[in-house]
C-alpha cells in the first residue's frame, strides 16, 4: 500500500466477478456503489472479469499473478510505473481520493439548521421505520451533515461508520472514554480510525467530577450501590456535553438487544432526555429492526472491523469492571453489570423520548 499512499495513481484496473450463472457477484455491485458514492467510478480505467469456472479468464489470470483469490480487487499504477494490488475497495477509495488531491467531505447539510415540526418528524419516522439502513444513514447525514454524529461504542456502531462511508460521507464520529474501557478496545478504535480514516473524537469525563467522585466513593463502588452513578459521570454528562454540538445522532441501537428496555427501539425519534444545538435533538436507530444474526452477517461480508473481545465470548461490550463474556445461549445483555436486574440494564445514554415509530 506504500505506492499508493505516496504517488500519484495513474491507472486504475478493476477486477470484477461473473458466477457461473452469468451474474455479477454482490460484493462487486456492492464496491461498484461505494466508488459511485464518492464520485471515484470515473477514475476506474478499466473492467475485467474473473469469470467463475474459466481459469483463463483475465481476471482469474491476474488473481493468480497477484495471489488475489477473491474479487473484487483492482490493480493500480503509480506515476513511476509501479503496479500493486489493494484488496480492499475502503483503502482504494482514500489512496484515490488523496492522489486527486481532493478529500472527500461531508456535503453541506440542507436546512441543517431548521428544526423539524412534530408533523414532519412523525411522517419521517412513518417513512424511515420501513427503510434499509443504509437509507436511513445515507438520509440523516444528507439532512444534516457533519451536525449528526455517530455515536460509538460497539459492533453496530462500526457498521454504521462502514454504512456512511459506502454512501460517500466522512460521518462526524465520537466515542465515550469513560477510562474503564478494555485495552483491547482502545486498540480498536484506533484500529477504526486508521482503517476508515476518519477523526474519532474521545470524549472524557468531567476531571473535577470524576476525582470528586472517585476520591468519595472509589473505584468500584458500583458492585455495592449500582451502575448509575459512575455512569452519570464518565459516560451522561460526557455524552450531554457532546450533543449539546450536535442537531442529530445516530446509535447502534437494536430492539432485540434487550427484551427488557429495547424492545421498543423507534428508527427515529425526538431525543426527550438530551438538548441539541439548537434545542430539539433528533435520534436515529437505523439498526434498530436488524438482528444481531443480520448486523454480524453485515460484518463478514464486508471486512468490517470489529472487537477481538468478540471472539473470547463477549457480545456487548462497554466498560471493563461491567462487562463480561457470556455463554452460547445466554443473552448479550447478560454480559453487562450482571450482578443488577435485567430493568436495570442501562447506563442513561439511551432515556426513552417519544415512540414515533
Ligand atoms: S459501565 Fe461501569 S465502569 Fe463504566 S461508567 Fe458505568 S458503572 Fe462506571
Given at each position: 500500500m506504500q505506492a499508493t499512499q505516496a504517488t500519484q495513481l495513474t491507472h486504475v484496473t478493476m477486477v470484477k466477478k461473473r458466477l457461473g450463472n452469468g451474474d455479477d457477484c454482490r460484493k462487486c455491485v456492492q464496491a461498484e456503489g461505494v466508488l459511485r458514492g464518492h464520485g471515484l467510478w470515473e477514475r476506474i480505467d478499466r473492467i475485467v472479469w474473473a469469470v467463475e469456472g474459466e481459469p483463463h479468464s483475465e481476471g482469474m489470470q491476474l488473481g493468480a499473478r497477484f495471489g488475489v483469490a477473491a474479487a473484487p480487487f483492482f490493480v493500480v499504477r503509480d506515476d513511476r510505473g509501479h503496479e500493486q494490488v489493494v484488496e480492499s475497495t475502503i483503502k482504494l477509495v482514500r489512496s484515490l481520493a488523496r492522489s486527486v488531491e481532493r478529500v472527500v467531505e461531508s456535503p453541506p447539510p440542507s436546512?441543517?439548521?431548521?428544526?423539524?415540526?412534530?408533523?414532519?418528524?412523525?411522517?419521517?419516522?412513518?417513512?424511515?421505520?420501513?427503510?434499509?439502513?443504509?437509507?436511513?444513514?445515507?438520509?440523516?447525514l444528507e439532512r444534516w451533515g457533519s451536525d449528526c454524529a455517530i455515536a460509538w461504542s460497539g459492533a453496530e456502531d462500526v457498521v454504521l461508520i462502514d454504512l456512511a462511508v459506502r454512501a460517500g460521507f466522512t460521518p462526524s464520529v465520537f466515542c465515550l472514554d469513560t477510562g474503564r474501557l478494555h485495552p483491547e478496545t482502545y486498540r480498536f478504535i484506533d484500529k477504526v480510525r486508521t482503517h476508515y480514516g476518519l477523526s474519532i473524537d474521545l470524549i472524557s469525563p468531567d476531571a473535577r467530577a470524576l476525582q470528586a467522585f472517585v476520591r468519595k466513593?472509589?473505584?468500584?463502588?458500583?458492585?455495592?450501590?449500582?451502575?448509575?452513578?459512575?455512569?452519570?459521570?464518565?459516560?451522561?454528562?460526557?455524552?450531554?456535553?457532546?450533543?449539546?454540538?450536535?442537531?442529530?445522532?445516530?446509535?447502534?441501537?437494536?430492539?432485540?438487544?434487550?427484551?427488557?428496555?429495547?424492545?421498543?427501539?423507534?428508527?427515529?425519534?425526538?431525543?426527550?432526555?438530551?438538548?441539541?444545538?439548537?434545542?430539539?435533538?433528533?435520534?436515529?436507530?437505523?439498526?434498530?429492526?436488524?438482528?444481531?444474526?443480520?448486523?454480524?452477517?453485515?460484518?463478514?461480508?464486508?471486512?468490517?472491523?470489529?472487537?477481538?473481545?468478540?471472539?473470547?465470548?463477549?457480545?456487548?461490550?462497554?466498560?471493563?469492571?461491567?462487562?463480561?463474556?457470556?455463554?452460547?445461549?445466554?443473552?448479550?445483555?447478560?454480559?453487562?453489570?450482571?450482578?443488577?436486574?435485567?430493568?436495570?440494564?442501562?447506563?442513561?445514554?439511551?432515556?426513552?423520548?417519544?415512540?414515533?415509530?
Open positions: 436546512a441543517a439548521d431548521s428544526p423539524l415540526t412534530a408533523v414532519e418528524l412523525a411522517e419521517l419516522a412513518l417513512k424511515l421505520a420501513a427503510s434499509e439502513p443504509l437509507d436511513i444513514v445515507r438520509f440523516a466513593k472509589g473505584l468500584f463502588s458500583f458492585y455495592e450501590d449500582g451502575h448509575q452513578e459512575c455512569c452519570a459521570v464518565r459516560k451522561v454528562e460526557p455524552l450531554r456535553r457532546t450533543l449539546a454540538g450536535y442537531h442529530a445522532w445516530m446509535t447502534g441501537q437494536r430492539k432485540d438487544q434487550s427484551p427488557a428496555t429495547r424492545a421498543q427501539v423507534p428508527v427515529l425519534q425526538l431525543d426527550a432526555g438530551f438538548t441539541g444545538k439548537s434545542g430539539a435533538l433528533v435520534k436515529l436507530n437505523p439498526l434498530s429492526h436488524w438482528s444481531s444474526a443480520q448486523v454480524w452477517k453485515y460484518i463478514r461480508d464486508n471486512d468490517v472491523p470489529y472487537n477481538p473481545l468478540h471472539e473470547r465470548g463477549f457480545v456487548s461490550i462497554g466498560c471493563e469492571p461491567c462487562t463480561r463474556a457470556v455463554t452460547p445461549g445466554q443473552h448479550e445483555r447478560e454480559g453487562r453489570w450482571w450482578w443488577e436486574a435485567a430493568t436495570q440494564k442501562e447506563c442513561g445514554l439511551h432515556c426513552v423520548g417519544p415512540k414515533l415509530v
